[in-house]
């Protein structure tokens, strides 16, 4: 008797995503990742180790100490990596809030956010306290600040206390985002802008005079939905649901339909990483690069970070 051993039924498929029928979902290898993620593994630095963590973001850096002021040679070197790896990784970094200003701006000028309450000994760091009593709405993916005409390069975000469990930060690579595209969508998207509004996250925060003194201060902009990133010359996605309102020159329930299908290129995993905080972590991460998600799943348990934003160049098509 002959036995034939069961055979995969995917073993003849060439590798590819296919869409899952009915719904815009897909499934399968996203081959898009590949040189990416070997290039990523082949880098070498001078003045510390990196350890990716991600297919095509993330990496652990060990064996510099943010505590003290580094020579410029180490400085520029961070720099390029967060270019390369799109969110850097800290542990065991007790930094003083002084501390933490004084490695940020090392990047370039600090903003201090209207909105957000900061660490009063310095207005530059945004001050995250959440408790059974301060909620944490931070739990959708989201740039940075994309209401302003010039949003953060950057920002770096030391944890002061997190929950054992729970608290954790997610980052969605959206050059991989873009790159996953179908070729009629990044047709399609490629000439349009959308309109980003502070009043969609932070509006039901003030009053009627308030939010128009504020309005005057931060008008609605209009930034492309696909950038040319300034430094790395690599286009990516650059909408959220949090921030931008529509697109221009489509009526509101297109607009929001089409940010809707965008957005959801950083729901797959395969864009992902994920960080779990430790006391003294600290992320370092290139706004522009990737979208966030900070997990609101430790309620009623604290969970206490700062957060020090470098203002970058407006974004460009």
């Known amino acids: 008797m002959t036995v034939i051993a069961d055979k995969d ?100 000028e600090l903003e201090v956010h209207p909105f957000i309450p900061s660490n009063t000994d310095c207005p530059e760091l945004v001050r995250f306290e959440k408790s059974a009593q301060v ?5 959708a993916w989201h740039h940075d600040v994309t209401w302003r005409e010039q949003p953060s390069m950057g920002a770096v ?26 070729a009629e969508t990044r047709a399609r998207v490629e000439t349009l ?22 309005r005057a201060q931060h008008p609605a902009v209009r930034h492309p939905v696909v950038c040319t990133h300034a430094v790395t010359g690599r286009k990516h996605l650059y909408v959220n649901r949090v921030f931008a309102d529509h697109i221009h020159g489509l009526d509101l329930d297109e607009s929001r339909a089409l940010i809707d299908r965008l957005c959801r290129t950083a729901d797959a995993p395969e864009h992902q990483v994920r960080l779990h905080w430790e006391p003294d972590t600290v992320a370092f991460w290139d706004n522009r ?29």
């Open 135 to 139: 909620s944490g709405f931070e739990n």
């Open 193 to 214: 802008d959308a309109v980003h509004d502070f009043t969609r996250a932070f509006g039901h925060t003030l009053n009627d005079e308030q939010r128009e003194k504020m």
């Open 9 to 108: 039924p995917a073993a003849d498929i060439t590798p590819r995503t296919v869409q899952i029928p009915g719904y815009p979902v897909w499934s399968g290898p996203f081959t898009h990742l590949a040189a990416e993620r070997d290039r990523l593994a082949g880098l070498r630095w001078q003045s510390f180790d990196a350890r990716p963590v991600g297919a095509t973001l993330g990496a652990e850096i060990s064996g510099v100490d943010l505590t003290r002021e580094q020579p410029d040679a180490v400085i520029a070197e961070v720099r390029q990596a967060l270019h390369e790896y799109k969110v850097l990784f800290f542990r065991d970094q007790p930094l003083t809030p002084q501390q933490h200003v004084a490695f940020a701006r090392r990047f370039g």
């Open 289 to 317: 690069a990737v979208q966030h998600y900070a997990a609101s799943d430790y309620w009623p348990q604290v969970r206490i970070m700062e957060r020090a934003s470098i203002i970058g160049p407006r974004p460009r098509r």
């Open 157 to 182: 975000l030391h944890a002061i206390s997190v929950p054992e469990i729970g608290g954790d930060t997610l980052f969605a690579d959206m050059y991989a985002a873009y790159d996953a595209l179908d």
